[in-house]
């Protein structure tokens, strides 16, 4: 039987669908040990630090991950940065292949004057600070204000606006970072807006999420209808009708901005064909300038007019680009790639691969693919017995049984808080867990 040594690297959802390929491909002839580096002390990437709090269901695939690191073959070191406590170039020679799935955790710029202001914020670092990631936990997030924008129209949109315009008590049983918490509890923001640069027809919302809007509760949910109407009518017009995505989410946007509204409080309004065009504030954002845009042919064009908004938080949500790795520099947001193969015996998986598009089940389907490319260009194995000795010798390791320590004191932890768990943010009491 030939065995052969594959290195993943990035533990979120691509790594792990690229173990369970891998896994799947086991037979008489073949065997896969695979050694899954990360370079956070906890696993799990986006499914622990990107998924909202408040929709634990998505964070059950947990389960299907751990069953995975269960198997003989599966050796988990976390701590390890790519670049810092281990390199490509040693990989690649120590392991028969070498599978990035870093993923893309860096926030697209809005590139527009006072973008680096306080409380200017892409989403990538926000909801990594409501998540707990360890490397956010200190970002000077000031919700004193009446008005946040939200700029981006997607899913992250959404789920930053619900964050920010939610009743805290509906966060508390949740996996929110405690830090998060008790600033939320704080907040004076009594009306968040979301602002797409395209028209309503070219939003990236999934139906789910629009549907959840109206059950939040204590919130009024703001559609400009004459919008929406506009934008069925052009795309009756232009065709872009019959694709049932769209069809599906203009229906769901009408059919809200039909709803008798309550007056509560809160309000969470959506706002489209808005182009940023400069944040401005002396000490911090106090307001954002925007052109107006309008759709002719199925093409956004701006016009002269221009709005200018109050607000005290701006937070991007344009999107995620790959940060450079080691000796690879991304090229438009991730790696270049053909079919998953970067060079010989180097591959990527994941939003590394394909940029920041898809849900978490996208992975599997786009890890198996590069998995059978990636076999069928397998080599004779080299049978190095320790591959994973090109980490440095200073590097503090955290394997599956240390990660499952700290787990287990998060869960414990969540119990008696009446939470699902409560995550740590310290790498020193993380570290220290593992121990």
Request: with cysteine; charged share 30%; hydrophobic share 35%.
């Amino acid at each position: 039987m030939n065995t052969f040594n594959i290195a993943i690297i990035g533990a979120g959802p691509a790594g792990y669908f690229a173990a369970q390929a891998l896994q799947n491909r086991e037979n008489d002839s073949q065997e896969f040990k695979v050694d899954l580096y990360e370079k956070l002390p906890t696993p799990w990437g986006l499914v622990r630090s990107g998924v909202a709090p408040d929709h634990q269901k998505i964070k059950t695939v947990s389960k299907v991950f751990e069953k995975i690191a269960s198997n003989k073959n599966f050796r988990l070191f976390a701590n390890v940065e790519l670049g810092v406590d281990v390199f490509i170039k040693d990989l690649k020679r120590n392991y028969d292949a070498v599978v990035l799935a870093t993923g893309a955790s860096k926030g697209k710029q809005l590139n527009i004057p006072g973008e680096n202001l306080k409380n200017c914020f892409s989403s990538a670092d926000f909801v990594s600070w409501y998540n707990a990631h360890p490397d956010f936990a200190d970002l000077d997030v000031d919700l004193d204000t009446d008005r946040a924008i939200v700029i981006g129209a997607g899913n992250v949109a959404i789920d930053v606006a619900r964050i920010l315009i939610k009743d805290v008590k509906e966060l508390e049983n949740t996996d929110i970072a405690i830090h998060a918490l008790e600033k939320l509890k704080k907040s004076a923001i009594k009306e968040v807006v979301i602002c797409g640069r395209r028209g309503p027809e070219h939003a990236q919302f999934t139906a789910p999420e629009l549907r959840e809007l109206p059950k939040i509760t204590g919130v009024n949910i703001e559609f400009d209808q004459a919008q929406i109407e506009d934008a069925i009518a052009r795309t009756k017009i232009n065709g872009l009708y019959d694709e049932k995505e769209i069809r599906t989410n203009l229906e769901t946007m009408h059919e809200i901005s039909k709803t008798k509204q309550e007056k509560f409080d809160k309000t969470l309004k959506f706002r489209f064909l808005l182009n940023p065009v400069e944040v401005s504030g002396e000490s911090k954002v106090s307001n954002i300038d925007f052109n107006v845009n309008i759709v002719e042919k199925n093409t956004i064009k701006k016009t002269e007019k221009g709005i200018c908004l109050d607000c005290g938080l701006v937070i991007s949500a344009i999107g995620y680009e790959t940060f450079p790795i080691d000796s690879l520099k991304p090229i438009q947001g991730k790696f270049e790639n053909s079919g998953g193969k970067i060079e010989d015996n180097l591959y990527v998986v994941g939003w590394a691969k394909r940029g920041s598009n898809g849900v978490i089940g996208t992975n599997k389907s786009d890890a198996s693919d590069v998995i059978d490319l990636l076999i069928s260009n397998l080599k004779p194995p080299k049978n190095f017995p320790n591959p994973e000795k090109c980490i440095q010798e200073s590097t503090e390791v955290i394997n599956q049984k240390a990660w499952e320590k700290i787990n287990k004191k998060e869960i414990e932890l969540g119990v008696v808080n009446n939470k699902p768990r409560v995550k740590l943010t310290s790498r020193s009491e993380l570290i220290g867990l593992s121990r």
